[in-house]
Each structure stands twice: as structure tokens, then as C-alpha cells.
């Protein structure tokens, strides 16, 4: 089994929907969770960054963390084209040793 | 804040040659820096750890004497190809990391070997 699971998609919404994405993850001890959003042929920008559980928001996202279920979820409101990407999650038992799920390629459409 | 470039974005070079990508953080000082490689539809798959002043920590499965890792200063890593072949073809991104906290990311190095 994986460290860390997460649908590759793709994922297709119109403009404006709200967008899940989810990952599940199987280590306990994992305490720092991530988002990072990557556009084609570049490098990750992180997007959200989470300690332990409960939400965060940042403008038109929101990051929950469910450490009972194992189970963590970006949220993006009123999606936008521009939202297009591939989010990967990553998560770790200390900050520094990421395990990355295999990101979920989205396309929002005009 | 928290820039991390790359050089070069892209190489295309012949089967047998060394290839050298750098990795520099601009506006912070990294005390350490990983290197991760990333194949079409793949999760990053870290290869190595490194600090400044000391030896890369490599992962299982990669060669270290293949993949040369220098990290001689808090701002410079170097990740250094050597003899690559067809398959060592991949996007290569390096991140920098100053505090226990976060990683982040350079754009990435584009390697193609013919």
C-alpha cells in the first residue's frame, strides 16, 4: 500500500464550481500536510500548508485535515480557469521527509 | 519571498556525457536542499538530502555516484549527472528548505539524453 493515495483525475468543472480534492494516507504519524499546485513543465508552489488537523483557509481555499480518518481535502471556491493545474498533496512525520501523492490534474473551463 | 531558481530549465545532451543542474535559493538561506526527479503522470520521487558542508543522503535505489550532489554553500546545490543515458530522461526539480517548516520548489530541469 501506498504512503499516500490520491486520484489522478483528470477532473473537469466549469468556471465557478467549488472544486474537492481529496487524499487518504495510511502513516499515523504524519503531522505537517500540503497542498502544492503545479502547472505544466514546472516545479510545485505550495499552495496551503497545515499542522496537524482542522481547516485552513486562504482566500478561495480551504485545507482540511481529518487525522482520525486519515483523510485530507482542498476545497477551491469559484473555480477559475487560471486554477488549472495538477495539485499534488504531500505530507510528513517531520517537516522535511515529503511523501507526495501522485497529484490530480484539473481543468476548469471557461 | 522564498525563491528558488534553477538553471539550466532545459538540456538536451548525447548518451555518455555529464550534465550539471544547479539549484539556488535567491532571497533566504537554505540549510538543506533536496533533489527530486519526476517521470510523466508521476508523483516527485526524492532522490537525495542534502546540508550544506556535509554528504547527500541518497535514497534507496539511487546511485550515488551517478547523481553527484554538491551543496557548498547556504544559497548552492549542485546535482551533476554523470555518464546519463536515455534513461536518466526525467524532470529533475530541486527545493530548498530554511527552516523545519516548508520546502519549496525550483521550476524544475527538463533532461533529455539521446
Known amino acids: 500500500q501506498k504512503e499516500v493515495e490520491q486520484d489522478p483525475g483528470p477532473l473537469s468543472v466549469p468556471e465557478g464550481a467549488i472544486v474537492s480534492l481529496n487524499c487518504t494516507y495510511s502513516n499515523s504519524a504524519f503531522q505537517y500536510f500540503m497542498w502544492y499546485r503545479q502547472y505544466s513543465r514546472k516545479g510545485p508552489e505550495l499552495l496551503m500548508y497545515?499542522?496537524?488537523?482542522g481547516n485552513k483557509e486562504d482566500g478561495r481555499f480551504t485545507a482540511q485535515v481529518d487525522k482520525s480518518s486519515k483523510y485530507i481535502s482542498l476545497f477551491i471556491r469559484d473555480s477559475q480557469p487560471s486554477d488549472s493545474a495538477t495539485y499534488l498533496c504531500a505530507m510528513s512525520v517531520g517537516a522535511n521527509n515529503l511523501f507526495f501523492g501522485t497529484g490530480t490534474r484539473l481543468t476548469v473551463i471557461p | 519571498g522564498a525563491v528558488v531558481s534553477q538553471h539550466p530549465s532545459r538540456v538536451i545532451c548525447k548518451s555518455g556525457t555529464s550534465v550539471k543542474i544547479e539549484c539556488r535559493s535567491l532571497?533566504?538561506?537554505?540549510?538543506?536542499m533536496f533533489w527530486y526527479r519526476q517521470f510523466p503522470k508521476k508523483s516527485l520521487m526524492l532522490m537525495a538530502t542534502?546540508?550544506?558542508?556535509?554528504?547527500?543522503?541518497?535514497e534507496q535505489g539511487v546511485e550515488k555516484d551517478k547523481f553527484l550532489i554538491n551543496h557548498a554553500s547556504l544559497t548552492l546545490s549542485t546535482l551533476t549527472v554523470t555518464s546519463a543515458h536515455p534513461e536518466d530522461s526525467s524532470f529533475y526539480i530541486c527545493?530548498?528548505?530554511?527552516?523545519?517548516?516548508?520546502?519549496?520548489f525550483g521550476p524544475g530541469t527538463r533532461l533529455t539524453v539521446l
Open positions: 542534502s546540508n550544506e558542508g556535509s554528504k547527500a543522503t541518497y
Open positions: 532571497d533566504f538561506q537554505a540549510t538543506t
Open positions: 497545515t499542522y496537524s488537523s
Open positions: 527545493s530548498a528548505s530554511e527552516s523545519a517548516d516548508t520546502q519549496y
